[in-house]
């Protein structure tokens, strides 16, 4: 499996967004009946950059062109360190979703955009 | 085949709220294959009863009704991303006649080998598009099935046809029966006979 490029770290925060797999239904009475439609919980990832260098940029945008065809190919992204979290340092198979990605230059030499990996 | 819920699927039936997911399984037979397709619609692989359901995007459509009120064939939708099913469908002359089995199973008693319903159908009629591998199912459902199986008769025992079968039980040694409860009666195996006197004349319909 690919693997994500090792460039620049993403910008804080790190948005991680987690799919709630409840089916839920309100009856007359006001009481709510719930209960789990799928046995996982995906997640999704945001990665955010402000201040990307111009050549990380490139090796992200060939990853994203030419490695994994954009949302095509799943790969294996890194979660960043982050102290007490035992997410920190944890491999992910992910995907792009979302769409379109855009990335603007943003300052000389510097590359601003946002990207989002959702958990296969 | 129409399941009653187990016990345990009644209580998780009953609960408010509940971390376990009724599972939709789809079994369908590949002609000349060894092993059937087995798709779970979740998405993560599950195993049930010895085997590996594979995590698959698939979809029942509504059953429907034509203008004189007969269920139509029930769509099956199952995702054609990845062109796997469609590869079958191809190979196998549209899948036509092949069986589909459906059945629910509850994620928290997957021990249990009868699932909590399940229904057979066969394959009509197949469409592929880039995203869907539709099957149109036969309608073999539980709501067609003739009930009580039988046609009930006032006077008339429904076992004649199989005298000294096993619903009629009579072991006697004498020859014909003409499915009277008279001749039950001189048979001594009027408990077992297959008429309804019962039933009001004119018959009755439920």
Known sequence: MPQFPNIQ????????????????S????????????????????????????????????DFYRTKVLGGSLAFDWQYPTVANDPYSGKLFSVRFTGGNISFELSSPGRYAGTLTLQEV | MMLNLSVAGM????????????????????PNAEEPLRL??????????????????????????????????????????TQTVQAYVEEYNGLTGATVILRV???????????ELEEVFNIQ?????????????????????????RRVLKNFCSWRDHYKGIECGY??????????????????????????????????YA
Not at chain 1, 9 to 24: A, H
Not at chain 2, 43 to 70: C, V
Not at chain 2, 105 to 115: C, E, G, K, N, R
């Open chain 2, 40 to 81: 779970v619609r979740n998405n993560e692989d599950i195993h049930w009863n010895g085997y590996t359901w594979s995590a698959f995007n698939f979809k029942l459509g509504e059953i429907t009704e034509d203008n004189k009120g007969r269920p139509q064939s029930v769509p099956l939708q199952i995702s054609n991303i």
């Open chain 2, 105 to 115: 199973v509850h994620s928290q008693h997957l021990d249990t080998a009868l699932p």
């Open chain 1, 26 to 61: 309100e009856m007359e009475n006001g009481m709510v009946i719930s209960r789990a439609r799928f046995t996982r919980v995906p997640q999704t990832f945001v990665l955010k950059w402000t201040a990307l260098p111009a050549e990380d940029y490139a090796v992200l945008r």
């Open chain 2, 171 to 204: 072991a006697g040694s004498m020859p014909e029966c003409d499915g009277t409860l008279q001749s039950c009666r001189i048979r001594g195996n009027s408990a077992r006979y297959g008429g309804e006197p019962s039933i009001p004349e004119g018959g009755l």
């Open chain 1, 9 to 24: 770290q993403p910008v804080y925060p790190l948005t991680t967004k987690i799919k709630d797999p409840s089916l839920q």
């Open chain 2, 125 to 149: 009629s197949t469409t592929c598009d880039s995203k869907w591998v539709t099957f149109y199912l036969g309608c073999d459902l539980s709501i067609q099935v003739r009930f009580p199986f």
């Open chain 2, 11 to 30: 209580l998780e039936k009953s609960q408010l709220s509940s971390d376990g997911v009724w599972l939709l399984l789809v079994e369908v037979t590949i």
